[in-house]
């Protein structure tokens, strides 16, 4: 009965890691399951039960449980059709053309462990696994008493051998799970700058984000 509810943990801790996630253009992550989507929306519910709508436009990048890209905003941007610009005199044009430039977007790289929760199915395997082991060694020395003095000791040899395996397969278990668990994803996000300086015609102009 006990390896059936340390059975039951382990996939639970499996079923929680597996999330979507969501990133957004000002760098916040969601950790989750996308529901729902259309030309326009994403709808993400998370581990709590809280739905939440993030427009597409806002969006950077959506993955799977696996880190799959389920979709990049950045290769579905769509093009404005072109419109020619008014005839001004070359300081004005230069101005305007200065004042209008978008900075570039910098990204960092952000490192997570999407199946986390495995690390304490790996310590709780690992514990009853050596108790187990330990077991094994006191039941196989009473086992060999018992021989010496004359008496039955083919049962308690069978529950010493039995407590080994038991042993073995918990230590087994805790290793997979420890290497699962603490197995690292990268992601690329972009960052969320407060201070940018854009050339004009006249100079610099400075913008601050709150």
Not at 44 to 55: A, V
Request: negative net charge; contains cysteine.
């Amino acid at each position: 009965m006990r390896w059936i509810v340390i059975a039951l943990v382990c996939l639970t801790a499996i079923s929680s890691a597996q999330a979507d996630m969501l990133y957004l253009q000002n760098g916040q992550v969601y950790s989750g399951k996308v529901t729902e989507q259309d030309n326009l929306t994403f709808k993400i519910e998370l581990s709590d039960g809280t739905q939440l709508n993030f427009l597409k436009s806002e969006t950077f990048q959506v993955t799977d449980n696996a880190g799959a890209v389920l979709w990049d905003g950045s290769q579905s941007q769509t093009t404005t059709p072109q419109i020619p610009p008014p005839i001004l005199n070359p300081t004005e044009d230069a101005g305007q053309t200065q004042s209008g430039a978008v900075p570039q977007v910098e990204y960092r790289r952000v490192v997570h462990f999407p199946y986390w929760p495995l690390l304490g199915g790996a310590a709780i395997l690992g514990y009853l696994g050596i108790d187990q082991l330990s077991k094994s060694s006191d039941t196989y020395k009473e086992s060999e008493e018992r021989e010496n003095q004359g008496l039955e000791f083919n049962s308690m040899r069978t529950r010493s051998q039995k407590q080994k395996t038991w042993g073995q397969i918990g230590i087994a278990a805790a290793v997979a799970c420890l290497v699962i668990g603490a197995t690292p994803q990268f992601e690329k996000v972009p960052i969320q700058q407060s201070i940018h300086v854009i050339p004009t015609g006249n100079g610099f102009m400075l913008t601050i984000n709150f």
